[in-house]
Nanobody
Framework: QVQLVESGGGLVQAGGSLRLSCAASENIFSFSTMGWYRQAPGKQRELVATITRAGNTNYADSVKGRFTISRDNAKNTVYLQMNSLKPEDTAVYYC?????????????WGQGTQVTVSS
């Protein structure tokens, strides 16, 4: 069972930047996609960004142009660079590793890291 450990969260003022890291306990190339999701208080978990094995990326409209997802396969780590942060970006950010197979979708999650953006 893969372990995903997020780090890099914290408190930042609006307009600031943070970089989140997700370290996996096994080769991330074995997963179809790696991604970041977030959940704000009282809201459902939502997609932030994903990256495929080939390096193709997908972003939520709310973060396009401000966030960048990347991966380092040699380090089994996925990153989320967050710039121009807004108070509405405040949430717990979760790392996701997803595998598609004939039996369906298999998701693994990290424990989450808190990001708080003050106005």
């Amino acid at each position: 069972q893969v372990q995903l450990v997020e780090s890099g969260g914290g408190l930042v003022q609006a307009g600031g930047s943070l970089r989140l890291s997700c370290a996996a306990s096994e080769n991330i190339f074995s997963f179809s996609t790696m991604g970041w999701y977030r959940q704000a208080p009282g809201k459902q978990r939502e997609l932030v960004a994903t990256i495929t094995r080939a390096g193709n990326t997908n972003y939520a409209d709310s973060v396009k142009g401000r966030f960048t997802i990347s991966r380092d396969n040699a380090k089994n780590t996925v990153y989320l660079q967050m710039n121009s942060l807004k108070p509405e970006d405040t949430a717990v950010y979760y790392c996701n590793a997803r595998t598609y197979s004939i039996v369906g979708i298999n998701d693994r999650w990290g424990q989450g890291t808190q990001v708080t953006v003050s106005s």
